[in-house]
């Protein structure tokens, strides 16, 4: 099971209130061995109301990124078509937070969609 440190997902509840009405997107730093998110890489990106584009070749790589998240700005919490492809670009787990951004208001996805459990610590 995936975890994540409450900080984190704290600054990223907040980060997606900011950017609403616009969808927020972030990179997930952690440990991939330990299944632990501990930090948002944030990317450059340009946000829009249903759609982030990322600016890939922008990003450094890096061994700690584990995977991404981004906001739902509509509510709904569950992965589209376009997300499932952007979820192989960029490693194992991805969150998806829906509106109101609560800490209950995210869900946790493999690359395949697949959701996952994922536990705050
Ligand atoms: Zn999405």
Redesign the pocket.
């Given at each position: 099971m995936w975890k994540i440190k409450l900080a984190t997902l704290e600054s990223i509840l907040l980060a997606a209130r900011n950017t609403y009405p616009n969808?927020f997107m972030s990179l997930l730093g952690g440990s991939r061995q330990a299944k632990n998110i501990d930090e948002l890489v944030v990317v450059p990106a340009v946000f829009g109301e249903t759609f982030t584009l990322v600016q890939t070749h922008l990003i450094p790589f890096d061994q700690r990124i584990v995977g991404s998240v981004?906001?739902?700005p509509s509510g709904r919490a569950s992965?589209?078509a376009?997300?499932l492809n952007?979820f192989s670009a960029f490693g194992d787990i991805h969150l998806?937070v829906g509106e109101p951004f609560a800490l209950d208001s995210v869900r946790a996805y493999t690359v395949a969609g697949k959701a996952v459990r994922l536990q705050v610590v």
């Open positions: 969808e981004h906001s739902h992965p589209s376009e997300d952007a998806i």
